[in-house]
T-cell receptor, first 110, second 114 residues
Framework: QKEVEQDPGPLSVPEGAIVSLNCTYSNSAFQYFMWYRQYSRKGPELLMY????GNKEDGRFTAQVDKSSKYISLFIRDSQPSDSATYLC??????????FGQGTELSVKP | AAGVIQSPRHLIKEKRETATLKCYPI?????VYWYQQGPGQDPQFLISFYEKMQSDKGSIPDRFSAQQFSDYHSELNMSSLELGDSALYFC?????????????FGPGTRLTVL
């Protein structure tokens, strides 16, 4: 079983919808949680970076961490066709190496 | 702002050949990470360097080696290439090697082994 589980989708929503992306993890030592966006054949782009349980908001994006449930989420409000990409959750503990989820492929239809 | 630079962007090799991938981190970043992403897969950590010393090692085959140079750029050397080595290879850099240092990824090198 992978340390980080993420539903690979694909997820298709209409433009303007609220998107919810989720990951669960098994290693309670994970302390830092990230969301990356990856367009086809491109490098992952850091979207959100959180440490503690709670919410962090940046524009249309909100990252939520619940350490007690080992569950993290990314919400995208007013989704746009340009948000169509693969979203990867990632996390690490004391060391730097990132452990990724499988990625969720999101398609936002005009 | 300057980003992570990787070269070459695309590489085609035959089985049993060797390949060298290069990574130039963001200026002032002292830590480099290498990841391998197979088709439809998530990136898998290979190896990392901090201040020119190996700092962590993941699922990197013995056929692969890497190093970080005095200017902080890094090279991943791959020998006896196999078909299964075909993947996207990403380099990421950060300022510092601890978990609270954000990693920024390069555009990747797409390696195809025929």
């Amino acid at each position: 079983q992978k340390e980080v589980e993420q539903d690979p989708g694909p997820l298709s929503v209409p433009e303007g919808a609220i998107v919810s992306l989720n990951c669960t993890y098994s290693n309670s030592a994970f302390q830092y949680f990230m969301w990356y966006r990856q367009y086809s054949r491109k490098g992952p782009e850091l979207l959100m970076y959180t440490y503690s349980s709670g919410n962090k908001e940046d524009g249309r994006f909100t990252a939520q961490v619940d350490k007690s449930s080992k569950y993290i989420s990314l919400f995208i409000r007013d989704s746009q066709p340009s948000d169509s990409a693969t979203y990867l959750c990632a996390m690490n503990n004391q060391g730097g190496k990132l452990i990724f989820g499988q990625g969720t492929e999101l398609s936002v239809k005009p | 702002a300057a980003g992570v630079i990787q070269s070459p962007r695309h590489l085609i090799k035959e089985k049993r050949e060797t390949a060298t991938l290069k990574c130039y981190p963001i200026p002032r970043h002292d830590t480099v990470y290498w990841y391998q992403q197979g088709p439809g897969q998530d990136p898998q950590f290979l190896i990392s360097f901090y201040e020119k010393m190996q700092s962590d090692k993941g699922s990197i085959p013995d056929r692969f080696s890497a190093q970080q140079f005095s200017d902080y750029h890094s090279e991943l050397n791959m020998s006896s290439l196999e078909l299964g080595d075909s993947a996207l290879y990403f380099c990421a850099s950060s300022l510092g090697r601890t978990a609270n240092n954000e990693q920024f990824f390069g555009p990747g090198t797409r390696l195809t082994v025929l």
